[in-house]
């Protein structure tokens, strides 16, 4: 008759994985990789930036961006393993 696990055991090899998968670090992305998505989130060149000195943040530089295309972003950024930071309200000078 095989052997059952123990409910420790499970708990323990539950923990490394997640553990594990806690290590991801963000890469940086080429400005193609960033237009892809931002055109796949129905935005346009250039509104997604990677910080180049914090990889981990991905900035959505559009004013006001609807819900369903900052949520589209959002999941973007979580399985690339980054932040996402959104800047709302842009306020060029006159000139």
């Given at each position: 008759?095989?052997r ?11 923990a ?7 290590c ?15 055109l ?16 981990k943040?991905l ?22 393993h ?14």
């Amino acid at each position: 008759m095989p052997r059952r696990a123990d409910i420790a055991s499970i708990l323990f090899i539950g923990a490394c994985f997640a553990s594990l998968s806690a290590c991801a670090t963000a890469r940086m992305h080429s400005q193609d990789e960033l237009n892809n998505a931002s055109l796949a989130c129905g935005l346009t060149y250039g509104e997604l930036i990677q910080d180049a000195e914090v990889k981990k943040l991905l900035i959505l530089f559009r004013e006001a961006p609807p819900p369903d295309k900052r949520a589209c972003v959002y999941r973007w950024a979580r399985t690339q393993h980054m932040r996402l930071v959104v800047i709302d309200s842009i306020k060029f000078p006159e000139e």
